[in-house]
């Protein structure tokens, strides 16, 4: 290693930051770049993707996130993470539940911006969280209006499930990532109207019941379309 703090853990991170730099590369690469073995270079990765200073393309390559270029700009260069809070707030309020703002990762979908119920029992998902595409309202979201994609095939969700969700707007789970959990959630689109995240309120089954878009889908798809570019 060409420059040591004598922190052994950061100095490692620093190398896959370095080894990414260049552009996108698979985690393969990136154990050949940095010389460290695999699984050290996928647990730092998966690290420092859950700060967002790494991300995965569709993929499933590495690549530098946006939380550096927020850093070097001095704050949020994401209007759409600057719009969140606020949004998830006034979700999280109106439903009782507990907010969540998704994007996709690779295989992978990451929870960016959250708010969470302030007492009894929630869902609580954390951001930075990284979750599976293959189950749960959020990921139905993501994938729905895809034409194709690889992870169909494993996903816990038919296609008909998902024509569904396009038909009406917004999807709902009940069980399908976590026993006893159900949650509700709707696209939010770019300028070009393609899906750019999922929003979601998520919650224990014996409050949302299991038709949780019956309570919340309206609430759900009103944060979308705030959320959503003009």
């Known amino acids: 290693m060409e420059h040591s703090s004598g922190v052994g853990v950061l100095d490692k991170a620093v190398l896959v930051l370095d080894a990414v730099q260049g552009g996108a590369t698979s985690l393969a690469a990136l154990t050949e770049a940095t010389g460290l073995s695999r699984a050290t270079t996928h647990r730092l990765a998966v690290a420092l993707e859950s700060h967002r200073l790494l991300a995965r393309d569709r993929e499933g390559r590495w690549r530098l996130g946006p939380r550096l270029g927020e850093l070097a700009g001095g704050g949020s260069s994401d209007p759409l993470l ?24 690779g295989d992978r979908r990451v929870c960016v911006a959250a708010a969470e119920r302030g007492s009894g029992l929630c869902d609580t998902v954390p951001v930075g969280t990284s979750l599976p595409m293959t189950a749960g309202s959020a990921a139905q979201v993501l994938l729905a209006w895809r034409s194709a994609d690889p992870l169909l095939d494993a996903a816990s969700f038919t296609p008909r499930v998902l024509a569904d969700v396009r038909r009406r707007g917004w999807a709902a789970s009940v069980a399908e990532r976590e026993q006893g959990v159900a949650s509700v959630s709707a696209p939010v689109r770019g300028r070009d109207g393609a899906v750019v995240a999922a929003v979601s309120v998520s919650g224990p089954l014996e409050r949302l019941t299991r038709s949780p878009g019956r309570l919340h889908a309206d609430a759900v798809v009103a944060a979308a379309a705030e959320l959503s570019r003009p």
Do not use: I, K, M, N
């Open 82 to 105: 600057d719009r969140a809070p606020a949004v998830l707030a006034r979700l999280r309020d109106v439903t009782g539940e507990s907010a969540q703002l998704y994007r996709r990762s």
